[in-house]
């Protein structure tokens, strides 16, 4: 098996954890701007060859660097994150940006307000250095829109970043930011953290308000962090999770970061399904988890085959959900930009106007089907495992219409293994780089948790990335990225 070696001791603080540039800020050992003048530089140099901005703030980044050295400098409170540098998805507005959801539709919209999730990391002390690319309405697993092109693989420029916070992964997998933001609304923070070699984190449903949709009652869509390290994750929760009137479905619990560290993994009980029951996992990918598997067994957990007895129906039913979802938030843009638009999104609108209320609600059927098999297996288990993809990153200019297709036998051959989790998304889902394929590209290891569980998910995904980072076949930083 191909491998390629970790990368070396960090040589600049931005190679640092969230937290520890921001405590070597308020230590003054180096300054907010130094980090954000990196951060920037490294930006431009990534999106030169894989095109994962859509805009930097370079002047009102360094500004607000420079405003936090001042108050370090005054003695005043510096917040969590004083001087951190992240990156937030061009479907997010933030006030003065441009923002276009990746479409022509949105021509050259500048937002007068900022989304909750991003003020909180400002209100934080994070500094927003630029907006990543995502396929026109987060629509897709690959980042690609008619507005902006296609965003690669930091591993490998001829493959996909994957979908739909694409940009945000390849800004994360590249070093340029510890933690960036992305939405997940059927896997567009965990597919392309898979895909690019990052942590990506679905919080259970309204952890993060979710205040960027035209409605408040949607339960598919969250808000959630791309990551250098479950630390950086864990950061980014402790800034962003709690409740607001904003969104009425926002949960009234607080974050606790404390209980979110990570423990030891001896006694611990998880349950294992290599395939959900119904996909085709490329042997490569099947490979790596397996070998993951077993090393959690090493260090003294119990790992247990189990059947969940789901099939291709999870998929074919989340697919309506999303059709529909397009069609009544996006699909009046089609009067007027059809052909500007991508022949994808106009064909998921068409699809969702033709569905009907009676089919749209029995979904709910099937969903609660699938919460009475994933609910009996948590009673007995600290969480399930499986593979975040089935594959590994595919061709860049692939899109979805790639992985609809059956094997003779009737396997799925689908591309993620993370839309069943949204169809239950008051369950979170956190994707681990679990190691490295035969291909040299980045495979994650996906780790959903019980209901509203998200610390409980990341003590056990700080454990267990502990364990994998250990391993000769751990993913690092690609070698082209490493500062």
């Not at 999106?47 to 002047?59: I, V």
């Not at 969590?80 to 923002?99: N, Q």
Request: hydrophobic share 45%; net charge negative.
């Amino acid at each position: 098996m191909q491998t390629l070696s970790r990368a070396p001791a960090p040589t600049h603080p931005l190679d640092l954890s969230a937290t520890e540039i921001a405590a070597g800020i308020r230590g003054r050992h180096f300054s907010a701007e130094a980090v954000v003048v990196e951060s920037l530089r490294r930006a431009k140099i990534v999106n030169a060859e894989l095109n994962a901005f859509t805009l930097l703030r370079d002047e009102a980044a360094v500004t607000s660097a420079r405003a936090a050295d001042a108050l370090i400098v005054a003695g005043g409170e510096a917040p969590a994150l004083l001087g951190v540098p992240f990156a937030a998805k061009d479907l997010t507005p933030t006030r003065g940006d441009l923002t276009t959801l990746g479409s022509w539709t949105r021509g050259d919209w500048v937002p007068k307000e900022t989304a909750l999730c991003i003020a909180r990391l400002e209100a934080a002390g994070a500094i927003l250095i630029g907006k990543t690319t995502t396929p026109e309405f987060a629509h897709s697993s690959f980042t690609a829109s008619p507005r902006w092109g296609v965003t690669r693989n930091p591993w490998n420029s001829e493959r996909t970043s994957g979908g739909s916070s694409g940009g945000s992964a390849v800004a994360v997998a590249t070093g340029v930011v510890p933690f960036a933001e992305g939405t997940d609304m059927g896997g567009s923070i965990r597919i392309p953290a898979a895909l690019s070699g990052a942590v990506g984190l679905k919080p259970s449903l309204g952890r993060i308000p979710m205040t960027i949709l035209p409605s408040v009652f949607d339960n598919i869509s969250h808000f959630g962090p791309l990551a250098r390290t479950v630390g950086d994750a864990i950061a980014f929760m402790a800034a962003t999770a709690g409740p607001d009137d904003a969104d009425i479905s926002s949960v009234p619990l607080s974050f606790a970061p404390e209980r979110a560290r990570a423990g030891s993994l001896v006694g611990r009980r998880f349950a294992f399904s290599l395939d959900l029951g119904y996909y085709s996992v490329d042997a490569s990918v099947q490979a790596v988890i397996l070998a993951a598997v077993e090393q959690l067994r090493v260090v003294g957990a119990t790992v247990d085959l189990v059947d969940i007895g789901w099939s291709r129906a999870v998929n074919d039913q989340w697919y309506d959900l999303w059709c529909v979802f397009m069609a009544a938030f996006f699909g009046d843009a089609i009067d007027g930009y059809r052909e500007r638009m991508d022949p994808i999104v106009v064909e998921l609108i068409e699809r969702g106007r033709g569905t009907k209320a009676v089919d749209y609600k029995r979904v709910e059927l099937l969903r609660t089907g699938m919460w009475r098999d994933l609910s009996a297996i948590l009673a007995r288990y600290d969480a399930l495992l499986c593979p975040t993809c089935a594959v590994t990153a595919p061709a860049a200019e692939a899109d979805d219409n790639d992985y609809v297709g059956d094997t003779p036998d009737g396997r799925f051959l689908g591309l993620d293994m993370t839309c069943p989790f949204n169809l239950l998304p008051q369950c979170p889902a956190l994707s681990l780089p679990a190691g490295l394929a035969e291909d040299g590209l980045p495979v994650g290891l996906q780790i959903v948790g019980r209901r509203y569980a998200d610390e409980e998910v990341l003590s056990l995904g700080g454990a267990i990335e502990r364990v994998l980072q250990a391993s000769p076949n751990a993913v690092g930083r690609a070698a082209r990225w490493r500062w």
